[in-house]
């Protein structure tokens, strides 16, 4: 994590902003160890708390360092990048802070960690590696599974013939996609993909390792200066150069979070809802119904989303795995008691945590033993806090 200089001169010695009127709000951008890097929110309020309290010349910094308030961490509250949040006790000087209160989330993603994206830029290359259909589609279930709107972006154009990138185009127009297609390495499309596409919002890329994420953020955002890796010789794969999650601020606003790539999406989600993330099944079900309302479109009769489309066998692959998954789950009586089943607007379904009952067990030694953890972490946060 970069620790932002403080900018400007300041007159006394060290200038706390006490709990004041004007509110600090900002967005969480990075997250290591239990500091959170918060850029702020360049309103008036901000800069005249700031200004107030430090004279003239004085020019706010952008970025604060923060910790977690001890009362956050109390109710569990934890903080994620891309979370918008206040920021208590600024101290302009040494750009520290706290985190106060953390905004309720519009969306949260689990992986990568981020909060409140709107859009999620899928980037897979053409060539080294390989493009993999499978792959792609495991990849595409799982954007489609999010609330967030999907992008797909193809790298790497300048590795294939004109000719192939057609055969990619009409093919994934029968998938129901669109893509756009760019090369980093020759600047081609990379404008456009900005101005059509990212512009203003908060964005999460995502795909397998090696494809060239870091390199496009750099391309986009050349103060970034992201680590990039090379593609792997003999596996044609990427070594997973990226550590953990970041957001980097777009030159024409807007926010884009680097994320270390994976390889293999989980299939974990409810059966039913499958066919929903395949647009080619969508489409079938928008026109009419199978037979039987439970039907999960394998072999039972009258089905209409069973049939001749290129992906279907995927489709079936893919119901074996979230079935397969669905069973794991259930086997588990911890995790499955902690969760409830609610079937949500157009019948779609979803895990939810149920309300913590109150227990009056005595809790178990593999309980007692994680409070401890819990106690020792919160008490070495609040050293490292006071250490400050
Ligand atoms: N030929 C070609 N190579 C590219 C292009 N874009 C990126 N690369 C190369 O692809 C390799 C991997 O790029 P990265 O940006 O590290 O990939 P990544 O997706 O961030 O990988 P992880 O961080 O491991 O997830 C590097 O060697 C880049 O130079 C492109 O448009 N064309
Ligand atoms: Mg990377
Ligand atoms: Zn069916």
């Given at each position: 994590?970069?620790?932002?200089?403080?900018?400007?001169?300041?007159?006394?010695?060290?200038?706390?902003?006490?709990?004041?009127?004007?509110?600090?709000?900002?967005?969480?951008?990075?997250?290591?160890?239990?500091?959170?890097?918060?850029?702020?929110?360049?309103?008036?309020?901000?800069?005249?708390?700031?200004?107030?309290?430090?004279?003239?010349?004085?020019?706010?910094?952008?970025?604060?360092?923060?910790?977690?308030?001890?009362?956050?961490?109390?109710?569990?509250?934890?903080?994620?990048?891309?979370?918008?949040?206040?920021?208590?006790?600024?101290?302009?000087?040494?750009?520290?802070?706290?985190?106060?209160?953390?905004?309720?989330?519009?969306?949260?993603?689990?992986?990568?960690?981020?909060?409140?994206?709107?859009l999620?830029l899928?980037?897979?290359?053409?060539?080294?590696?390989?493009?993999?259909?499978?792959?792609?589609?495991?990849?595409?279930?799982?954007?489609?599974?999010?609330?967030?709107k999907?992008c797909?972006c193809?790298?790497?154009?300048?590795?294939?013939?004109?000719?192939?990138?057609?055969?990619?185009?009409?093919?994934?127009?029968?998938?129901?996609?669109?893509?756009s297609?760019?090369?980093?390495?020759?600047?081609?499309?990379?404008?456009q993909l900005l101005s059509h596409h990212l512009k203003?919002k908060?964005t999460?890329?995502?795909?397998?390792?090696?494809?060239?994420?870091?390199?496009?953020?750099?391309?986009?955002?050349?103060?970034?200066?992201?680590?990039?890796?090379?593609?792997?010789?003999?596996?044609?794969?990427?070594?997973?150069?990226?550590?953990?999650?970041?957001?980097?601020?777009?030159?024409?606003?807007?926010?884009?979070?680097?994320?270390?790539?994976?390889?293999?999406?989980?299939?974990?989600?409810?059966?039913?809802?499958?066919?929903?993330?395949?647009?080619?099944?969508?489409?079938?079900?928008?026109?009419?119904?199978?037979?039987?309302?439970?039907?999960?479109?394998?072999?039972?009769?009258?089905?209409?989303?069973?049939?001749?489309?290129?992906?279907?066998?995927?489709?079936?692959?893919?119901?074996?795995?979230?079935?397969?998954?669905?069973?794991?789950?259930?086997?588990?009586?911890?995790?499955?008691?902690?969760?409830?089943?609610?079937?949500?607007?157009?019948?779609?379904?979803?895990?939810?945590?149920?309300?913590?009952?109150?227990?009056?067990?005595?809790?178990?030694?593999?309980?007692?033993?994680?409070?401890?953890?819990?106690?020792?972490?919160?008490?070495?946060?609040?050293?490292?806090?006071?250490?400050?």
């Open positions: 994590m970069n620790d932002e200089e403080p900018v400007g001169k300041l007159i006394s010695d060290r200038l706390l902003c006490p709990d004041s009127d004007s509110p600090i709000w900002g967005t969480v951008v990075a997250v290591q160890a239990n500091f959170y890097r918060v850029k702020l929110e360049s309103n008036l309020e901000t800069q005249e708390s700031a200004r107030g309290l430090s004279g003239r010349h004085f020019k706010p910094a952008q970025f604060l360092l923060c910790t977690r308030r001890t009362r956050l961490k109390k109710i569990g509250q934890k903080v994620m990048v891309g979370d918008r949040v206040l920021v208590e006790e600024a101290d302009w000087q040494d750009s520290r802070g706290a985190i106060g209160k953390v905004s309720p989330r519009a969306t949260e993603l689990q992986r990568p960690p981020v909060a409140n994206a709107q999620i899928l980037v897979f290359a053409l060539e080294e590696p390989t493009l993999d259909p499978w792959q792609l589609s495991r990849f595409l279930v799982k954007a489609e599974s999010t609330a967030l999907l797909l193809f790298n790497k154009c300048d590795l294939i013939t004109t000719a192939q990138q057609q055969q990619w185009q009409q093919r994934l127009d029968k998938w129901g996609y669109e893509a297609y760019i090369s980093v390495k020759k600047q081609l499309g990379i404008d203003g908060i999460v890329l995502a795909g397998p390792s090696g494809v060239g994420k870091s390199s496009l953020i750099d391309a986009l955002i050349p103060s970034a200066n992201l680590r990039v890796g090379k593609v792997s010789g003999k596996l044609q794969r990427g070594r997973h150069t990226t550590r953990h999650v970041e957001l980097f601020e777009l030159p024409e606003g807007g926010l884009l979070a680097d994320s270390p790539g994976f390889n293999q999406p989980d299939l974990d989600c409810i059966p039913s809802n499958l066919a929903q993330y395949f647009p080619e099944a969508r489409v079938r079900l928008q026109q009419g119904n199978c037979q039987f309302s439970d039907c999960l479109h394998r072999d039972e009769p009258g089905c209409i989303v069973r049939g001749d489309w290129e992906r279907y066998e995927y489709y079936l692959d893919f119901l074996d795995k979230a079935i397969a998954h669905e069973a794991t789950r259930q086997q588990q009586p911890d995790q499955e008691s902690n969760l409830k089943l609610k079937v949500k607007r157009l019948g779609k379904s979803q895990y939810e945590p149920k309300l913590k009952t109150k227990k009056y067990r005595r809790p178990s030694r593999k309980v007692r033993q994680q409070n401890l953890q819990d106690i020792y972490q919160t008490q070495l946060e609040e050293e490292i806090e006071d250490q400050l």
